[in-house]
């Protein structure tokens, strides 16, 4: 009797682990979608903010081209004028204008040259951040048709699962049920585990001798003390294998001990 309500978790033990890994994965579809989607939304504000470094970069270029053509226009004036002065005082007054204009204009000129530089690091950094944007945005997309082909196959899954469930579960105790199902989904899927050298296969605990023979008695439903699985008793192999090859021979000896004990 007992043994058929083992036979019978066990069943069940596979279609609620699988049921409930599809529950999981079902769940976690908009979790890792909407990680994508915020990835990509991230990319896209970064990706604005440093269009506008760009133009305000393109900007001071224009800036200071505008002053250098100013300040070159100056001095060529002044170069000119150069060719009409009379007096030592307008020559001197006129070349120092001359140099103050050409040390100007090798600043400005040093000035675009950084600007430019910054302006292509950020023409470069602009380029990687597109191409990341196009990849993640493929890979939305094919996820998002991927998901939707996978929820449907998942959906009839769990379908079929629920129908063979409802199958196996009527006649169990509703109590035991309830515990069992839980230990499933908390105890990643196994709710029913052997009893192998007095140990718990569920949680390798050593558990009570006597404990361990009401197991073996298999007169009612045994949970372990320490992880809550439903326990049954599994033979060990060495005690098998010596039962079957050698039971004739131990019996032989127990009742020699014992007669010889007796008497
Ligand atoms: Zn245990």
Same mark, same amino acid.
């Given at each position: 009797m007992i043994q058929d309500i083992f036979v019978k978790l066990k069943t069940l033990q596979d279609i609620l682990s699988s049921k409930y890994e599809i529950e999981r994965e079902i769940q976690e579809i908009p979790k890792a979608l909407s990680t994508k989607k915020e990835m990509l939304t991230r990319l896209k504000k970064s990706y604005l903010e440093k269009n506008s470094l760009l133009e305000e970069a393109k900007d001071r270029i224009k800036h200071l081209k505008f002053l250098l053509d100013e300040v070159e226009a100056q001095r060529e004036m002044y170069e000119k004028q150069m060719d009409v002065i009379t007096t030592q005082r307008e020559y001197e007054a006129l070349d120092k204008e001359i140099k103050t204009a050409t040390e100007r204009g090798q600043q400005f000129r040093k000035d675009i040259i950084r600007e430019e530089k910054e302006r292509d690091e950020i023409v470069f950094s602009l380029e990687q951040e597109e191409k990341m944007i196009h990849e993640q945005e493929t890979e939305l997309e094919e996820e998002l048709e991927k998901i939707k082909n996978e929820s449907a196959k998942k959906e009839d899954l769990l379908k079929e699962l629920e129908e063979k469930e409802s199958e196996i579960v009527? %006649?169990?105790d509703e109590d035991i049920l309830f515990k069992f199902e839980r230990i499933i989904k908390n105890k990643s899927g196994l709710g029913i585990v052997p009893v192998k050298n007095s140990v $718990?296969? %569920? $949680?390798?605990m050593m558990l009570p001798a006597q404990f361990e023979n009401n197991v073996r008695k298999r007169d009612e439903i045994m949970f372990c003390p320490y992880c809550s699985r439903i326990l049954y008793y599994e033979e060990e192999m060495d005690e098998a294998v010596f039962n079957d090859e050698d039971s004739g021979s131990l019996a032989d000896l127990v009742n020699a001990d014992e007669i010889n004990f007796d008497i």
């Open positions: 009527p %006649g169990l $718990c296969t %569920g $949680c390798h």
